[in-house]
């Protein structure tokens, strides 16, 4: 174990123990902000004065400001298109103080407000999930990016994988459906909801989506290394329900038979408004552009939330899915390099060269629970579970091209059940200690899972030809599979894996300016092994126990609009022991990658710019890869490593009244150290080194035409290797841009969308190799109901 620095761990527990030695006799601030109606007055801005402190309002209408001094205070409540209001408080040491307010323009007002985007409405960044505690994000040292459903909505996005291009430096990994994305140049899976584990195979629906958080860099620290990738982590944060009754539905069709409907119910179940209930359900078909592929599934989420007191709160929601599709046809044309890329390959990228009969079916069902209560002024608790139990069963063909004239399409059957289970109890403390502000988290998390399978494949089950028409192409048929696999065996497994973790993290205010965080976790890998049920054996049994820490730094040049900031963030892998080519079995250590980072946040002119620079440097150490020596041939060593650096830079900004703009820039070099004499130093498959995304987003406010409005941008992917080799030469995907446009009209009990997907019909190509959807018109109409 090596933490590079043992008074990163003095610092961490020493801060710890003095955090409970005393607290300050600070307060706290929290009130309800309403609408005329009585309803509730999302995101409108509290602040104090002379301090400074600030919040927004929640969804519910409510809102609280910690370790508030006692004192005489302006409670200011502000928000775009309506008249600032305050009220003045008189707060004791040690006594919170309830200032409420109530906002004299009507819902409807408020909605037009918002309709309009008369606000900066992109870059909503403040969130209790990446820190574990509620911070600012001037004073989060780590770079993150938060994905409203507000942008889901401008842009009319239906598909998971579209929600990602929005977010600066990740690029798809896998196409189709398989929520998977390259991140700093590391292959990372959409794995967590609301901070917890959420793995399955399906497609994720956006239905349900609140917002998306893309953490970058090694995330070990507070998330552990089962659910992230050195590169971040994903997570998706889910609507939940609030005191209101309303709801919307919605239609969308479009082209390569695209139907969707949605909708979304919210309404409170009891006069008192304390059990609230709120529904998401969509159902969604759609055809490929190919002569085969297509995807079917149903969704259905509840979600109850249940305000026992003004202490506790209960919440339980669901996902429940079912899908069947064959989105999932690859194509492998690198195997064979008779060409570089796949322009010059002059396929019929058209063709799929499966079968509508060849399918897979995934349902699965995920519970997420969550209890929080406020322990006192100082301290509350949140203790949550997340269970998913899915399955993955059917037929699908992976495809590779043989010289450049035929395709040899590889089958398989699988059958496999997936059950996670995570358990995360956390402690979060706002208190200070002299002049020295610390907000503390500390946390138990378990985690564990089982997978049990049951799958066979055939490589080479027949070839077909590229250029010409061949009877064969037809004959890759379920009864033609079966009775192909009646002569095969199934590999039948089961695996187990456990994780038992405890973590500490303090944000550590130096002065008001100057933030300090230190954080540590100890996490034990108990891996149950891989049972083999035809030979009834089980192999790969081993333990590990490993320690994650984090530091960071941020200082506000001028405070609430410039910071500057540093982080080291660690990250684990956790490795098996080796049965060696002469029998002995060799143990290795967790695989690590180190990352140090710095650059500058802005949020400048009352929010209107918000802004991301940073450069980082990740390095990965004790990879395991084959031995050099000759006389050592096929044994296993651990002396690898990979380096991934980069610049990243992003910019959300709101110039002028309905104008809202979305921009960034991402470039990563990523390399292989001493693993593979013929790749290391060469970029393989990691996405493109150069990735930009845009967004223009344009409603009239104040016109004759109110509530029209119109957005185009895209995305500029440059040149991404699949693979490079100096003995055999390279295979890359070409760059390309791929330009969207949506026309918009909002009403106060209606919205409807027009858009063209890939503006201009370019032909481009994703990983693994296939052609990305061309060119395609929908319809969206929403009818909204309060």
Known sequence: MNLNTPKSILIAFSIL??????FAQNSVIR????????????????????????????????????????????????????????????????????????????????????????????????????ARMPLLNLENPQVYHVVPKELLQDQVIISYNDVLKNVTGVSQALVNGSNSFNLRGFFTTSYLRNGLQDNKANSIEVTNIERIEVLKGPSATLFGSSLVSFGGLLNRVTKKPFETFSGEVTYTTGGFGLNRVSADFNTPLNKEKGLLLRTNVAYHDERSY????????????????????????????????????????????????????????????????????????????????????????????QTSFSR??????????????????????????????????????????????????????????????????????????????????DPRYNELTVPALQQAFSAIPYAKSRSKQSAYSAYFSDVLNITDNLLVMASLRVDHFVNGGTYNINLDTTTGKYNQTTLSPKLGLVYQLIPKQLAVF?????????????????????????????????????????????????????????MIHNSFDPEKAGFQVQDGGQLSKGFEAEVIANPIQGLNIIAGYAYNDIYTINTDPDADGLHQWTGPAHMANLWLSYHLFNTALKGLGIGVGGNYNGKAYIQQSRSQGEFYLPSYKVLNAVLSYEHSVYRISCKLDNLTNEVYWGSYVSRMMPRRFSATVTFKFR
């Open 566 to 622: 540093g982080n080291y963030m660690n990250g684990f892998s956790n490795n098996a022991p080796v049965r060696q080519p002469d029998g002995t079995f060799t143990s290795f250590k967790p695989s690590r990658a180190n990352q140090w980072e710095g650059g500058v946040k802005l949020e400048l002119f009352n929010g209107k710019v918000n802004s991301t620079l940073s450069y980082y440097h990740i390095k990965v150490d004790d």
């Open 388 to 469: 998913t139990s899915a399955d993955v069963e059917g037929y699908w063909s992976w495809n590779s091209i043989v010289g450049d004239s035929l395709v040899s399409r590889n089958p398989g059957y699988q059958q496999t059940n997936y059950d996670y289970t995570e358990v995360q109890q956390n402690f979060n403390g706002d208190f200070s200690i002299g002049r020295l502000r610390n907000r503390v988290v500390i946390g138990l998390d378990y985690f564990t899972n089982t997978t049990t399978s049951s799958s066979a494949s055939i490589y080479g089950f027949d070839e077909v030809y590229i250029h010409q028409a």
């Open 290 to 381: 190919q002569d085969a592929g297509f995807t079917k599934r149903f969704f259905f989420a509840p979600s109850l939330l249940y305000k026992v007191n003004d202490r506790l709160t209960v919440l339980l929601d669901a996902e429940i899915y079912t899908q069947k599709a064959n989105d999932f046809n690859r194509m492998f044309p690198e195997a064979s390099f008779a060409k570089t890329n796949p322009r010059d390959l002059n396929f019929d990228w058209l063709r799929s060269y499966s079968s509508n009969d060849l399918y897979e079916t995934s349902p699965s069902v995920s519970l997420f629970g969550a209890v929080n209560y406020q322990l006192s002024d100082h301290w509350k608790s």
């Open 17 to 22: 123990l003095s955090g409970f030695a005393s």
């Open 31 to 130: 009130g309800e902000v309403k609408t005329a109606d009585g309803k509730p007055a999302a995101f409108v801005n509290i602040f104090l004065q002379p301090s400074g402190a600030h919040t927004t309002v929640d969804q519910t209408g409510h809102y609280e400001i910690n370790n508030v001094k006692p004192g005489k205070h302006i409670v200011v409540a502000s928000f775009t298109g309506l008249k600032i209001q305050q009220q003045e408080a008189d707060l004791l040491a040690g006594q919170p103080l309830i200032i409420n307010f109530t906002l004299q323009e009507d819902n409807r007002t408020l909605q037009e407000v918002n309709v309009t985007s008369g606000y900066n409405k992109f870059a909503r960044k403040e969130t209790e999930n990446v």
